[in-house]
């Protein structure tokens, strides 16, 4: 069957360090990855998204990575803040769908 | 604030009733996402419309159901509500069909149904 696993055990990491977020992936051939924050009772926010054929991708302290053999996506955040306290989620394509699948999330929590 | 707006923020109600979740996509977005999320499952998707048609289908009960009205707001509809029912429900919207899905997803705030 198709999974999308997301450590469900939050990440605890001092500010300033690096946080690395997995997003493994069985039975699915996306084509585009994309990463969501989601804030307590709010809505889910985009981040990044990341096609099949880009390695990596870059925007200010996010850091994605896809690697399609090992079906898995990398999300770094470098010099991290309390404020990027968070759960992130993964989200796939079902190729062909016009429908996004996320992972249940997992959550950060950045201590000053 | 995302642009999509989603109403009630909470709604209280009592098993085997009937509610109506309302979204207002972002101006401009022609697709509606709705999506269930409860602390198992996690998101979970249930219905797409793009211009009024519907897109595509997910989990979605037989007791829901869904429609895009001509000014592109999307309605929720739930009946004989269980218990089970009680979730966050998210609107989201895009620009496009989201097909593929490389559209990035803007989502409301969320509906917070709890059925007693």
């Known amino acids: 069957s198709q999974k999308i696993e997301q450590n469900s055990e939050a990440l605890n990491i001092q500010e300033g360090k690096t946080a690395t977020l997995t997003c493994n992936y069985t039975?699915?051939?996306?084509?585009?990855l994309q990463w969501y924050r989601q804030d307590p009772g709010r809505g889910p926010v985009f981040l990044l998204l990341?096609?099949?054929?880009?390695k990596e991708k870059r925007k200010e302290r996010l850091k994605v990575t896809f690697d399609t053999t090992l079906k898995q996506s990398l999300f770094h955040i470098t010099a991290s803040q309390p404020a990027d306290s968070a759960t992130y989620l993964c989200?796939?394509?079902?190729?062909?769908?016009?429908?996004?699948?996320f992972g249940k999330g997992t959550m950060l929590l950045v201590s000053p | 604030d995302s642009g999509v707006t989603q109403t009630p923020k909470h709604l209280i109600t009592a098993t085997g009733q009937r509610v109506t979740l309302r979204c207002s996509p972002r101006s401009g977005d022609l697709s509606v996402y709705w999506y269930q999320q409860s602390l198992d499952q996690g998101l979970q998707f249930l219905i797409q419309y793009y211009n009024g048609e519907e897109r595509a289908k997910g989990n979605i009960l037989e007791r829901f159901s869904a429609q895009q009205f001509p000014d592109l707001h999307s309605e929720l509809n739930l009946s004989s509500l269980e218990l089970g029912d009680s979730a966050l429900y998210f609107c989201a919207s895009s620009v496009g069909q989201g097909r593929p899905t490389n559209e990035k997803l803007f989502f409301g705030s969320g509906t917070q149904l709890s059925v007693l």
């Open positions: 039975n699915y051939s996306p084509a585009y």
């Open positions: 990341i096609r099949e054929n880009e």
């Open positions: 989200a796939l394509d079902k190729r062909g769908y016009s429908t996004l699948t």
